[in-house]
Nanobody, 121 residues
Framework: HVQLVESGGGSVRTGGSLRLSCAAS????????MAWFRQAPGKERETVAS?????????DYHASVEGRFTISQDNAKNAVYLQMDSLQPEDTAMYFC??????????????WGRGTQVTVS
């Protein structure tokens, strides 16, 4: 089994920054992708950013966060991060970390964390 625990959410003013962290534990060897998703009340879940955990370590971003958010990873710590800058009210959502053992990284994810709330006002 795999466990994912997110942290770093909170309330921030428009234009501010937050850094989300996701700690993975358990049977994580062989994973291919890590990603951040978000879901706002009344809206569908959307992929915020994803990263290939092995070569070529490519990342992808939702168009709405391109240039403002950065996904990164520390494979030695089994961790993935989401640096969020220039936050806007429309970024308000519950943010979830996810892990996949399949490719492509824009496909389905098998393991999910419980989420961390981000509120921008």
């Amino acid at each position: 089994h795999v466990q994912l625990v997110e942290s770093g959410g909170g309330s921030v003013r428009t234009g501010g920054s937050l850094r989300l962290s996701c700690a993975a534990s358990g049977a994580t060897a062989g994973r291919h992708c890590m990603a951040w998703f978000r879901q706002a009340p009344g809206k569908e879940r959307e992929t915020v950013a994803s990263i290939r955990t092995g070569y070529p370590f490519t990342s992808d971003y939702h168009a709405s966060v391109e240039g403002r958010f950065t996904i990164s990873q520390d494979n030695a710590k089994n961790a993935v991060y989401l640096q969020m800058d220039s936050l806007q009210p429309e970024d308000t959502a519950m943010y979830f970390c996810a892990m996949s053992f399949q490719l492509p990284c824009l496909g389905d994810y098998e393991y999910w964390g419980r989420g961390t709330q981000v509120t921008v006002s």
